[in-house]
């Protein structure tokens, strides 16, 4: 079995990358996400034209980030949990690897698998890279590409989200668990998940299926 997880929403409950952009970014950043958000640029495209808007050095930016992450209550158990039943947990994110990488280390787990855009600091602002597993520069379906890539390793694939970047590869998993926007947008197209509050729920729920068999 394998796990994917997003991270800002998810294993954060609050959304670093949002929080970073209203406090460091230029306004214009806000056009940009409405555009996302509308459907005019993809989740990749919105974030390498949001983050150029960002000037400042990547020490103010983790030190911003390590004094405002919120952990979901239940990730480090629920790691340890995989770990012990030989799940592998892996972190597919459309954010930013500066500040997935400083939370990590802060929680005390910086070696769990990690996919996310790659970050390059400069006095033009941040750029912004998207790789897919083959190693190619790509534009869109960063996570569903990871979601497809795994899919073929012939194991079942759960996938835990929250919000429309999610949405594809949700779509795609053998089993989601969903927060805050993604289970609406799973309704709207009929896709049947599991809901959560904490990764205590999200444990409990796996127990439940591994013993029924049904993944």
Known sequence: MIVQCDFDGTITTNNLSVLIRERFARASWRKIESDYLRGRLTVEQSNRQQYVLVKESRSTLVGFVCQNFELRPGFLPFIEYCQATGIRFIIVSSGLDFYIEAVLDAIGAPALELHCARTSFGKDGITVTYLDPEGNTIEDGF?????????????????????????DAASAADQVFAVDRLPSLLNAISVPHYTFSDFNDIRQQIDSLRGRHSI
Do not use: F
């Open 143 to 167: 996570k569903n590409g990871y979601l497809t890539w795994l899919k073929k390793q012939g194991k079942p694939v759960i996938y835990i989200g929250d919000g429309l970047s999610d949405l």
